[in-house]
């Protein structure tokens, strides 16, 4: 708003069009996201998608779980946000808790309800 010298009304409406034309579209936070044609982009929470981890990195139950270093880089998010995530995971029953200087292991496999497609 402040480097073209619009308001925020009018940024809202150019992004309420964008977003009827499939360009942008909104995130939590009230921010926007621009979408790009060909960018497949899993938009499940980071929670969900490190819990596939396991198993698209075929971990088995006292294995080491990737470090958030390591997280962080694969999905491009911050340290902070995949520490929070994997709290999540831990509190679930799925990983150890973190502590400084230990690494987490795999403490359950997550189990997929999928629905029969009809």
Not at 11 to 29: C, D, T
Not at 66 to 90: H, I, Y
């Amino acid at each position: 708003m402040r480097d073209h010298g619009v308001s925020r009304g009018v940024i809202l409406r150019v992004f309420a069009v964008l977003h009827r034309e499939g360009v942008a579209e909104p995130v939590p936070g009230g921010r926007w996201r621009v979408v790009r044609p060909g960018h497949d982009i899993d938009r499940r929470p980071l929670a969900e998608r490190l819990a596939d981890v396991i198993t698209d990195d075929d971990l088995a139950v006292g294995e080491a779980f990737p470090s958030t270093t390591e997280l962080s880089a694969r999905f491009g998010v911050a340290r902070p946000t995949v520490s929070k995530a994997l709290d999540k995971l831990a509190s679930a029953g799925l990983l150890t808790e973190g502590r400084q200087g230990k690494q987490r292991t795999v403490r359950a496999l997550p189990t997929r309800t999928e629905s029969p497609e009809s």
